[in-house]
Each structure stands twice: as C-alpha cells, then as structure tokens.
C-alpha cells in the first residue's frame, strides 16, 4: 500500500507564492515518476506538473510554465510545488500522484497514475 500526503495549501493574495509537499510512503514505493494535478469547483482534474524520479527531468502544464517548479528530494522521499506569481485561476485543490507501472515518458494524464494524495486546498484571492 502506497500513502501519498500533501501539504502547504493555503489562503494567498494574487501575486504571491506558496510551496506545496508531498510526502510518499510505503512499504514498496518505487514509483519512476511523480505527478501534481489541480482540481477547481466543477471543472476537471487538470494536469499540472510531472518529474521523473531518476534524473529529475520536467515536464509542465502550459498554464503554470515559468510560475511553478516541480522539484523532489529523493532521499524524503518527497516532491514539492514551489508556485509563484499565483493568480486566482490557479484556486483549486492541489494533489499529488504516482503511477504504479510506466505508461508515458512523463505521465500527464490522471489515467497514467494510480496512487493519489487527499488534497490540499489553494486559494488565490484578488
């Protein structure tokens, strides 16, 4: 069993920035890559940013390109979100996810993972 867990989500005005975690555990945990999708009221689970554990290579969601970086420490077994410039649009609840088996080079579907975090609820005001 796989537990993902987020953290880091908060209340910030446009403009500023927030930092987001996601801590993997388990007893088997070797996923290749991992992924951090966004979900707004009433809208799809939306792509957000993938990295590939060996190596670190990024792939990013044309929306949040040059404002997030999507960054992991190996060792903690941990990835992060650091976002910027955030602007009300990016509103929505933040999850992490793993993929059990390599479907993609760098998976950007919600089909290509398996394990998924709870949620961490981030909210632009204006």
């Known amino acids: 069993q796989v537990q993902l867990v987020e953290s880091g989500g908060g209340l910030v005005p446009a403009g500023d920035s927030l930092r987001l975690s996601c801590v993997a555990s388990?007893?088997?945990?070797?996923?290749?890559?991992m992924g951090w999708f966004r979900q707004a009221p009433g809208k799809e689970r939306e792509f957000v940013a993938t990295i590939r554990w060996s190596g670190g290579n990024t792939y990013y969601a044309d929306s949040v390109k040059g404002r997030f970086t999507i960054s992991r420490d190996s060792a903690k077994n941990t990835v992060y979100l650091q976002m910027s410039s955030l602007k009300p649009e990016d509103t929505a609840v933040y999850y992490c996810a793993a993929p059990k088996y390599f479907r993609s080079s760098y998976p950007s579907r919600p089909v290509d993972y398996d394990y998924w975090g709870q949620g961490t609820q981030v909210t632009v005001s204006s």
């Open positions: 388990g007893r088997t945990f070797s996923s290749y890559a």
